[in-house]
C-alpha cells in the first residue's frame, strides 16, 4: 500500500524540472527499498519459504559498526563439511539489506535443501562508506564466517562469493586479488565467485559513459586512480578466484553487462584464470530473486558450483 509519503514524492517528481528529478527518483527508490527491507523482516518467520527445520543465527557481529552484521541460514540436516554460499546484496552501493526477500529467499530455500549453509551480509554504504571500504568490509565478513563455520559443521574451505548488482560488484573486485584484499582481512582463499549481473567491472570506462546515474558519481567519485582500484577489469590478477558472470541480456544502460562480463573474460583467459559468462534473458531484478526457483538458470548457477566444490575436494 503506498505510503502518502510516497505518493507526495511521486507528485513532486511529476512537477519537478528535468534537472532536478533524478535527486528525487533517488530519494523515492531508496525509501521503496527500505519498505521493501523492512517487509522482508518483518515476515522472515511465515512466508520465507525456507526448509522445515532450518535454523538462523541473525546479526553475527565483524566489525563495530551496526551495518557489520551477517545471518547464517543452517539446514535441518547438516552433514559434516558443509559448503557455504555466502550472499552480497545489491542496492547502488548505498541501501539494501541482508534480510530482503529477494536477496534471501528462494536461494537459501534452494542451497539448504541441498545441505548448504547460507549466508547474507550487510556492510557499509555510501556516504559513510565507498566501494573499496564496502568490499574490506565483504572481506571481513567472510573471516568471521570462516572462523564460526566449523561450529556449524561447516567447511571454512569451501565457501563460494555471490552477489548481486552492486554486491557482485564487491565480491568480483575481492576475487579479482584476492591475495591483496582477502588475505589483508584474514580470510582463506574460496573457491569462487559468482556475480548476479554486476554493471561495475570496468570501472573507468562505466564513469567516462555520458549519461551516468548519479548513483555511481556518488560512489566512485571523480579520482581515476579510485577508479583504477576499485575495478575488476583493472585489478584482475593470475590468482584470481574462478567466476561465473551471470549477465543480463536485455540491460544496455548504462553499460550491457554481458559486454562488461565478456571483457573480464577474455582478459581472464589470457591470464589463465578460468570464468564463464552466463547470459539470462532476464531483468536485472529477475536475475537476483529468481535464482533458486526451478529452471535451466538455476540449475546453470548451481551445476557450475558443484562442479568447483568437486574440484577442490580432490
Not at 49 to 72: E, N
Not at 129 to 153: F, I
Not at 265 to 289: D, Y
Request: with cysteine.
Amino acid at each position: 500500500m503506498r505510503t502518502p509519503l510516497l505518493g507526495l514524492l511521486m507528485l513532486t517528481l511529476l512537477a519537478t524540472p528535468a534537472p532536478a528529478q533524478q535527486r528525487l527518483r533517488e530519494r523515492l527508490m531508496q525509501r521503496m527499498e527500505q519498505r521493501r527491507a523492512q517487509a522482508g523482516q518483518e515476515d522472515r518467520g511465515q512466508a520465507s519459504g525456507l526448509p522445515t527445520g532450518t535454523r538462523v543465527q541473525r546479526d553475527i557481529a565483524y566489525g563495530s559498526d551496526p551495518k557489520q552484521r551477517y545471518d547464517a541460514y543452517l539446514p535441518a540436516h547438516l552433514h559434516a563439511d558443509a559448503p557455504i554460499v555466502f550472499m552480497v546484496h545489491g542496492g547502488g552501493w548505498r541501501r539494501g539489506d541482508k534480510a530482503m526477500a529477494n536477496v534471501v529467499d528462494n536461494k537459501a530455500a534452494y542451497w539448504l535443501d541441498k545441505g548448504f549453509v547460507f549466508v547474507s551480509v550487510n556492510n557499509r554504504l555510501v556516504p559513510e562508506a565507498g566501494p573499496l571500504t564496502q568490499a574490506g568490509d565483504v572481506a571481513a565478513a567472510l573471516a568471521s564466517v570462516q572462523q564460526h563455520a566449523r561450529q556449524w559443521n561447516a567447511d571454512p574451505a569451501r565457501v563460494v562469493l555471490m552477489g548481486h548488482s552492486a554486491g557482485a560488484h564487491l565480491v568480483v573486485l575481492l576475487g579479482s586479488a584476492p591475495d591483496t584484499l582477502l588475505r589483508a582481512a584474514g580470510a582463506q582463499r574460496p573457491v569462487g565467485v559468482v556475480s548476479l549481473d554486476s554493471g561495475a567491472l570496468d570501472v573507468p570506462a562505466l564513469m567516462m559513459q555520458p549519461r551516468l546515474p548519479q548513483l555511481h558519481r556518488d560512489a566512485f567519485g571523480n579520482d581515476p586512480a579510485y577508479w583504477r582500484a576499485a575495478s575488476p577489469q583493472q585489478q584482475l590478477d593470475r590468482n584470481a578466484l574462478p567466476m561465473l558472470l551471470v549477465c543480463s541480456s536485455t540491460r544496455h544502460f548504462p553499460t550491457s553487462p554481458c559486454e562488461e562480463a565478456r571483457k573480464l573474460e577474455q582478459r581472464a583467459r589470457a591470464l589463465g584464470v578460468p570464468m564463464q559468462v552466463l547470459p539470462e534473458a532476464l531483468q536485472h531484478g529477475e536475475i537476483n530473486a529468481d535464482l533458486g526457483l526451478p529452471s535451466a538458470y538455476t540449475q546453470a548457477v548451481s551445476g557450475w558450483i558443484d562442479g568447483r566444490l568437486m574440484q577442490v575436494s580432490h
